[in-house]
C-alpha cells in the first residue's frame, strides 16, 4: 500500500511569503499520478496541479510543483490572503487505486 | 462548465444503508471519464471511496470494498453510492468528482459535498 505523507502538519506564514510544502510517498510513483489540490473551509477541494508539475485550468502561475520518485514539492511563490488552506496531495497507483496525504494547513502568521 | 451535485438523505441509521446520487451537468457521462467518490469526516482529511468508468466497470478502496457499490445511469446522467452496514465511523462529508483517464487520474471537478451522519 503506497502511503502519502505531508510535511509539515502546520506551515504559519505571512502574506507574501514562500510557502513550501513536501510529500513524500512510501513507493516510487510515476510523477504522471501526483497532483495537488486545495481545501478552504466549507468548501470541495479544488484541482492545483497534476502531473506532478501541470497547473490545472485558472490557477496562478504562483503555484508550481516539483519532484520524482517518492518526494513532490508544492510551491506557493509568494501567499496571497486567499491561499491560507489546507492542501492535499494525491497519488494513482497500485493497492489501494487512490490515497491522499494527510493535508498541510497554511496558517496566517 | 461541468457541474456535479451530491443529493441523498443527511441521516442514515447504524447498520441501514447510505445511498447518494451524483447528478451530472454539461458533460454527458457516456462521453468517458471516471466518476468517483471521495470522503471527509469531520475535521479531517479525505479519503477516496472509488470510481467508476462510464462503461460501468468499478475499482474500489480495499477498506471499503466489501461494504461499497457504486453503479452509473447514463440515460440520466448520474451515478450513485451505496454503503451498507454503517456505523458513526461512516459520518462524513461525501463528495462526488470526475476523475481523468489515465495518465493522471486526477480529480478536475468536483461537487459541494453533502454532510451524512450516521445515528440513531
Known amino acids: 500500500e503506497i502511503v502519502l505523507t505531508q510535511s509539515p502538519g502546520t506551515l504559519s506564514l505571512s502574506p507574501g511569503e514562500r510557502a513550501t510544502l513536501t510529500c513524500r510517498a512510501s513507493q516510487t510513483i510515476s510523477s504522471n499520478y501526483l497532483s495537488w489540490y486545495q481545501q478552504k473551509p466549507g468548501q470541495a477541494p479544488r484541482l492545483l496541479i497534476y502531473g506532478a508539475s501541470s497547473r490545472a485550468t485558472g490557477i496562478p502561475d504562483r503555484f508550481s510543483g516539483s519532484g520524482s520518485g517518492t518526494d513532490f514539492t508544492l510551491t506557493i511563490s509568494r501567499l496571497e490572503p486567499e491561499d491560507f488552506a489546507v492542501y492535499y496531495c494525491?497519488?494513482?497507483?497500485?493497492?489501494?487505486?487512490?490515497?491522499f496525504g494527510q493535508g498541510t494547513k497554511v496558517e496566517i502568521k | 462548465q461541468v457541474q456535479l451535485q451530491e443529493s441523498g438523505p443527511g441521516l442514515v441509521k447504524p447498520s441501514e444503508t447510505l445511498s447518494l446520487t451524483c447528478a451530472v451537468s454539461g458533460y454527458s457521462i457516456s462521453s468517458g471519464y471516471y466518476w468517483g467518490w471521495i470522503r471527509q469526516p469531520p475535521g479531517k482529511g479525505l479519503e477516496w471511496i472509488g470510481s467508476i468508468y462510464h462503461s460501468g466497470s468499478t475499482y474500489y478502496n480495499p477498506s471499503l470494498k466489501s461494504r461499497v457499490t457504486i453503479s452509473v445511469d447514463t440515460s440520466k446522467n448520474h451515478f450513485s453510492l451505496r454503503l451498507t452496514s454503517v456505523t458513526a465511523a461512516d459520518t462524513a462529508v461525501y463528495y462526488c468528482?470526475?476523475?481523468?483517464?489515465?495518465?493522471?487520474?486526477?480529480?478536475?471537478?468536483w461537487g459541494q459535498g453533502t454532510l451524512v451522519t450516521v445515528s440513531s
Open positions: 494525491q497519488q494513482y497507483g497500485s493497492s489501494p487505486p487512490c490515497t
Open positions: 468528482a470526475r476523475q481523468a483517464q489515465l495518465p493522471t487520474k486526477k480529480f478536475d471537478y
